[in-house]
């Protein structure tokens, strides 16, 4: 991409976003991963937590993103999007959503970052800011400088 004129986050693959904003996350002195984030699962479907040590900041990263692509996107939707298969053995497999309680945690640091607000028919929305932050990642991220 030699010339980047206008670059959002629906431009750049969300792999490279999530890692590049994670990594933002992880830098900022004002995001704090709560105690209970090294013991907790992130869904019923799991059987242990997250090997991963920056797994929260991947999941804040996420979560941005998804609220950025769906405005008024809230929990219920977030803790469907991030569930998936539950294996029960002989049975046959069913859905279970992911944790709401991560997810909620998640969205309240984002709204104290000032990168999202309450949506007037419910969920969240990016505010203006979050928005510019978000699409400023973005850019960084087609341009190769994260």
């Known amino acids: 991409m030699a010339e980047t004129g ?12 999530i ?25 019923v479907k799991n059987e242990l937590a997250p090997y991963d040590p ?22 219920g939707a977030l803790k469907k999007r991030f569930g998936g298969a539950y294996r029960r053995g002989a049975q046959p497999k069913i859905h279970r959503d992911a944790s ?6 998640a969205m309240l640091t984002l709204d104290d970052l000032q ?16 928005q510019q932050t978000l699409d400023q990642v973005a850019r960084q991220v087609a341009l190769g400088e994260l």
């Open 19 to 43: 890692a590049a904003y994670a990594e933002i996350l992880k830098n900022n002195d004002k995001f704090v991963v709560p105690k209970w984030a090294d013991l907790v699962k992130t869904s």
């Open 100 to 105: 709401g309680g991560i997810i909620r945690y």
């Open 115 to 130: 990168i999202t607000e309450k949506c007037g028919k419910g969920g969240r929305k990016i505010s203006r800011t979050g």
């Open 54 to 75: 920056d797994w929260f900041f991947i999941r804040t990263a996420a979560v941005a993103r998804k609220i950025y692509l769906r405005e008024g996107t809230g929990v």
């Open 6 to 17: 206008c670059v959002t986050v629906r431009d750049i693959p969300a792999d490279a976003f």
